[in-house]
């Protein structure tokens, strides 16, 4: 579950919702039978569920040492964001013309 600020909110909040989210903010988690605290062999029983969508091939690819140094400064998982980086620019019309 990501997070977010106040400010990424679409609505506007009055000063009691506001107070009530900051308060909540703060609070530990609270387990019970119906939500218990996951354990480590509990953990290990999830499993990545593959995207239908999402059938990636592997490839070879030759890039120049200046753009694999910046892609790699994204950090990790800097593969994943040069192919989503490279399917926004292949439908690109005008970046593809300026390419070829």
């Given at each position: ?15 009691a919702e506001k107070a009530e ?26 499993r990545k569920m593959p ?50």
């Amino acid at each position: 579950m990501g997070k977010m600020n106040l400010s990424e909110l679409d609505t506007e909040l009055t000063a009691a919702e506001k107070a009530e989210i900051e308060a909540a903010a703060s609070l530990l988690p609270a387990f019970d039978d119906d939500s218990p605290e996951m354990t480590a062999d509990m953990l290990l029983q999830f499993r990545k569920m593959p995207h239908p969508d999402r059938k990636k091939q592997t490839i070879s690819l030759r890039l120049s040492p200046k753009t694999l140094k910046l892609a790699k400064a994204y950090g990790k998982g800097y593969t994943s964001f040069l192919s989503r980086l490279l399917d926004e620019a292949i439908n690109d019309e005008t970046l593809v013309r300026k390419c070829l």
